[in-house]
């Protein structure tokens, strides 16, 4: 076994030298154009040739060394910079499709611009979709004046922009869009009426800024957008008082790891008498029992600044992956309502749902795809499996010297956190800037309040003042700064050594540059990577190491806190198997979150199938494709929207509760699949009786009087937000320790001094 991965190591290394070597042999017949004695106007005329060579079939591979020697040229004079050899490999990676690992400091953004511009040349439109709203906006504002100088246009997309300005940015040649907007954008045209009232362009070539975030992490966010939401109900504090009443011991109990929450018999009884509704499992009670259960859930299982915080008023969901405010994110209605109640707020009903489609669903439209990252190495299965595309690792400008130290594990929290401050203490007096990566709001206050008290002053970057995430971070490098931040810091934004003066950068440096800690393991060793890869950008000094605890969360369901046999200390602990049985936990885990996001595939995958059936015959009439008149075009259109609108209603009613069919021994997504399937099968000929009668009714008029009379309109507002996906949360907590986890891990103990598998 240990010979065989060797083997396929040996083999995908050889694979990827060879690839490089190529992709070495273009850079430098790309350096050899040499077109510094050109002058502008000789630049400008070569890219109005590029043009119309693209334009007239030319393959792209064909331009890519003129295209990118230009683009080099250009660079320079307009901004000032030359792209490295392996920056030109990477963008030539991004050409080919791949998803390249590229790291942090090593200028991907620059390295995007080559591959944007080649494509961007035929006058299909190009997309660079980024993390956020403000990269987007930067790296455009960034990298516009390479564009422009060589005769294309460029623009960024930002949330709330009116639609005028959104089909203007969306017309330029390379268009910069945070992935979310792009995909809300694209629901908002599948609903319209009218083809003017559209923004979108047919997809073509996508270069993905933080690939593993977008195509991993947040691959199956549904986006949504909704009908106005409804008035305020106060459904919500009725159940919210009913769960306050209930006592554990008495009334519910917990699974093993306090990730679900169960009624017990007398519970159940206790409630019917609150409610006054008798039997809470009769089907007339199913909404009460689903309120009831929402609000247990709520009032027990969310916890304020982990999973969520209160500001202006409002509840605001924390990023799992970030630890920042997920923007328009929502749970499910009912549950979404309860944590309301719970916090004593008004919650309003989130409106007929009129489109959905996750984040993978959407990149998935795009006929290339590549993406670039820091971190893409640990999960090249997940992303060929899910996309078919292939990782490249990109080496460095310079090397990576930043000392990574092994995990100092303790055998409490409590040791940790003491152990944390301390280390904490002692470097900030040498000078040295910190950077401590923390996993929840709430962890983030407690470690900077017990820096207060031993007088280290730090910054604290969570989600109550993530608006000035690029801010603090922009100074995290400068000698004496201390920054706590959750999970990951100012994401795309580097952190310069001295804050990017060079005098005090050297100061820094001498001490060791850039010292990140991490309190705690995530459950992906890719997330912890990206923590670490915060230092040593450029060949930089830097450090990193992290601080575990056998009682935090991820230990815990593994037992890792009985490990020991009740051993409590302050020092680390010296166990020599530890630092092995941690990381095996970590790949455990990673493997059963993408054996989990297999499974939930199965459930949205035939739910797009069906979209895209239905959208296509939708797309033909809204483009003129299918000979109608106005009014049949109208009212075909309104009540595909009608019946859609409905079967995703249905959709989500089965989607939440079908996981309960695997108590009666069915497959549940077979049972998904069966009912959604034959609800789908009655929509066509619900819309051709509904659209036979409408055109009855309006006697074959066009007149848009007559169709507002009948409401053949689309809705007067709508809104977007994000549903956090409570499925997946019961996936992942069906028990970490499960039958097949168990016999795995104890034949890899037992079988490891037979094959060799320390290493593995």
Request: aromatic share 8%; proline share 4%.
């Amino acid at each position: 076994m240990n010979l065989a991965v060797k083997w396929v190591r040996e083999f995908k290394e050889r694979d990827n030298q060879h690839r490089l070597k190529g992709y070495r042999d273009r850079a430098e017949l790309i350096r050899k154009r040499k077109l510094e004695a050109w002058d502008d106007g000789q630049l400008q005329t070569e890219s109005l040739r590029l043009q119309k060579e693209a334009s007239s079939g030319t393959p792209l591979d064909e331009l890519l060394v003129d295209a990118y020697a230009l683009v080099c040229e250009a660079a320079k004079r307009a901004l000032g910079l030359q792209p490295f050899d392996v920056q030109l490999m990477a963008a030539i990676a991004l050409h080919e499709g791949y998803v390249i690992e590229q790291h942090t400091g090593e200028g991907k953004t620059l390295s995007a611009v080559l591959p944007a511009y080649l494509h961007a040349l035929s006058g299909d439109g190009v997309h660079v979709l980024t993390f956020n709203d403000y990269l987007a906006k930067r790296d455009a504002d960034w990298m516009g004046p390479i564009y422009r100088f060589l005769g294309l246009t460029a623009s960024a997309v930002q949330a709330g922009m009116p639609l005028s300005e959104k089909r203007m940015a969306y017309a330029a040649d390379i268009t910069y869009v945070t992935a979310k907007e792009a995909g809300f954008d694209y629901l908002r045209d599948t609903i319209a009426l009218d083809e003017v009232d559209t923004v979108h362009r047919p997809f073509r070539y996508v270069i993905v800024d933080e690939a593993d975030s977008l195509l991993l992490d947040e691959a199956r966010v549904p986006l949504v957008i909704a009908g106005e939401p409804g008035s305020p109900g106060d459904d919500g504090s009725r159940f919210a008082a009913v769960a306050r009443q209930l006592r554990q011991e008495d009334h519910y109990d917990f699974d093993e790891y306090k990730r679900n929450v169960y009624l017990s018999e007398a519970g159940a009884a206790k409630a019917e008498s609150l409610l006054g509704c008798g039997n809470l499992y009769e089907s007339h009670n199913s909404y009460l029992l689903m309120a009831l259960n929402c609000a247990l859930h709520a009032e027990l299982l969310l916890q304020r600044d982990v999973d969520y915080i209160v500001r202006d008023g409002k509840i605001e969901l924390i990023d799992e992956y970030t630890g920042r405010v997920a923007e328009n994110r929502h749970l499910p209605d009912g549950l979404q309502t309860a944590l309301s109640a719970k916090e004593g707020l008004r919650s309003k009903a989130g409106g007929n749902i009129l489109g959905t489609i996750t984040l993978q669903h959407f990149l998935s439209m795009y006929p290339k795809i590549c993406g670039m990252t820091a971190t893409a190495h640990v999960s090249a299965m997940e992303f060929g499996d899910i996309y078919a595309l292939e990782v490249v690792p990109i080496p460095p400008n310079r090397p990576n010297i930043r000392i990574d130290y092994p995990h100092r594990i303790y055998s409490h929290k409590e040791a940790k956190l003491k152990a944390l401050v301390q280390e904490i203490s002692s470097v900030h007096a040498t000078g040295r800037p910190i950077l401590i990566g923390t996993s929840s709001v709430e962890e983030s206050e407690m470690l900077a309040e017990a820096l207060a008290a031993a007088d280290v002053p730090c910054h604290v970057l969570n989600a109550k003042n993530d608006a000035k995430e690029a801010e603090l971070i922009a100074k995290a490098g400068e000698l004496g700064a201390v920054t706590v931040s959750t999970n990951m810091a100012g994401r795309g934004v580097d952190i310069r050594l001295g804050g990017g003066n060079p005098a005090q950068g050297e100061v820094v440096a001498k001490l060791g540059g850039l010292y990140v800690i991490g309190t705690h393991m995530h459950q992906s060793a890719r997330i912890d990577n990206q923590l670490r890869g915060r230092s040593g950008r450029q060949g930089d000094p830097g450090a990193s190491v992290f601080f575990v605890s056998l009682e935090d969360e991820i230990l815990l369901k593994f037992g890792m806190d009985k490990e020991l046999r009740g051993l409590r200390q302050d020092e680390a602990l010296s166990e020599s198997v530890l630092p092995s049985k941690i990381s095996h936990i970590q790949r455990v885990i990673m493997g059963q979150n993408f054996h989990i996001r297999q499974e939930l595939n199965s459930y949205s995958d035939m739910v797009e199938d069906q979209r895209r059936m239905l959208y296509a015959e939708r797309l033909d009439i809204l483009n003129g494709k299918a000979p109608m008149s106005a009014s049949e075009q109208r009212v075909r259109l309104y009540f595909i929207d009608k019946f859609w609108a409905e079967h995703l209603a249905y959709v989500s009613y089965i989607r939440e509760s079908i996981h309960l069919t695997s108590l009666t021994n069915r497959n549940p997504i077979d049972e998904f699949h069966e009912q959604i399937i034959q609800a789908f099968a009655e929509i066509p000929a619900n819309i051709d009786k509904e659209s036979a009668d409408m055109l009855i009714k309006l006697g074959g008029s066009n007149d848009p009087a007559m169709w507002e009379k009948f409401g053949l309109k689309t809705p007067a507002s709508t809104w977007t937000y994000i549903i956090n996906d409570q499925y997946l949360e019961f996936l992942q907590n069906r028990g970490a320790w499960n039958p097949g986890t168990i016999i795995a891990y104890w034949m890899r103990r037992m079988l490891r001094p037979v094959f060799g598998w320390s290493k593995f």
